[in-house]
Structure formats: C-alpha cells, structure tokens
C-alpha cells in the first residue's frame, strides 16, 4: 500500500502537537484540612485528650462535622485567622507551572440554612524549603458571600486557585494554611470531612499516596 509523504508529514504533525498534552504533569498531592477534636470532643462527643490540632493531613482525623448538633455545637473557627499546619507529611515537590487548589467547605449553624451577615473567608498559604528553612508565601485570596446569598445558602464551599509564584517551585517539607471564615453569626464553620483540602501540583502523572507506615 502507498503512503504518500503528505500523509506521513500530517501523521507526524499530528504526534507532534499531542506530545505536550500527552506528556504533561498532571499529578497531585492533597492533603485534607482536619482536626482531633471540636471543643475537646469527637463527632461521637467523647473526650479527646489534648488540642483540637487542625492540621493539613493525609486522613481525616477524629473531628468531621463540627458545628452540626451532633458535634454538641462547639463552633469550630474560634478566633480568626486559624492556622492548619502539615502534619505527617514527607517532602513534596511543587511544580510552578501549575496552579495550587484550595477547597473550603462551610455550614451553617444547624438547623440554619445560612448565617446573618456576608460571609468572608480569606486564605494564606505558605511552604517551608526543605534545604534552606526558608518560609515561602505562595499565595493568598479571600471571597465574600454577600447576606442576602449567605442567609438560605450557607452550606457550599470556596474554591481558591493560587499562581504558583516566581520562583517558589522545588521541595518543600511543611506547609501552613492560615484560615479566616467569619461575619455571618450562626454561618462559617469548617467542615473538615475531607471537602476542606489543599490540591498541590507536583511533577509526574500519578498521584502522590500516604507515606507508609513505619
């Protein structure tokens, strides 16, 4: 059979033109926001011993649903900004040419369906350089739920997207998301059920997994 040369040339422009898409990162790490405990309690309202701890991590930890009556109604934002640092993580490689996701997931005080006022959550993340020690900002955003959206919508969650900065792409061995949510009374209490995470583009095509155990 007879291949002319016009249809190899557009065989091989056709190869060509998908090999960038084909071979392009696309492979992440997440890490959910979670806590120990709400108010020293678990989803089940037994005592846990120690801090609530909200930290960046692998598994939702023993604190799903706070601020819903099953949780006792401990509110779980407090004071505002709340910081959650990575906790059980291995060094990362962040890939700058991809942007970092931000998912906050909130509810209202049960059984609202939405607090009172406009609902602002604001986010700040930072990594630490594994060689150097360096902190690095890699981004920050806030969005406001204007009260007359807030006040029968206020279960739903912020999606963030945050530009890698110039020269802020290597390893990393921690982070640290510092969260806001606040001005809706009876509105903004984190969810942290795994719809609160942090989406890291890292180098490759396959998702990062926990480290092993031990």
Request: glycine share 14%; net charge negative.
């Amino acid at each position: 059979m007879h291949i002319g040369l016009r249809t190899i040339l557009a065989t091989a422009g056709i190869g060509l033109a998908l090999a960038p898409a084909a071979f392009a990162d696309t492979a992440t790490e997440t890490l959910v926001l979670s806590r120990d405990a709400c108010g020293g309690k678990d989803d089940a309202g037994n005592a846990v011993a120690g801090a609530d701890n909200p930290h960046l991590g692998w598994n939702i930890s023993g604190a799903t649903n706070c601020g819903n009556l099953a949780a006792g109604l401990d509110t779980v934002v407090g004071a505002s900004p709340e910081d959650y640092p990575s906790e059980g993580v291995d060094t990362f490689t962040l890939d700058g040419t991809r942007q970092i996701a931000v998912d906050v997931s909130v509810e209202a005080f049960y059984p609202l369906k939405g607090g009172i006022g406009n609902e602002d959550i604001s986010i700040d993340l930072t990594g630490k350089k594994t060689t150097s020690n360096k902190v690095v900002e890699l981004g920050s955003a806030t969005q406001e739920k204007a009260a007359q959206d807030e006040l029968l919508g206020g279960n739903y969650t912020a999606h963030f997207t945050l530009n890698v900065p110039a020269g802020a792409a290597g390893d990393y061995k921690s982070l640290n998301l510092s969260l806001a949510v606040g001005g809706a009374q009876f509105g903004g209490f984190v969810m942290t059920d795994g719809n609160s995470f942090v989406q890291l583009p890292i180098p490759g095509d396959v998702d990062a997994s926990p480290p092993d155990a031990g």
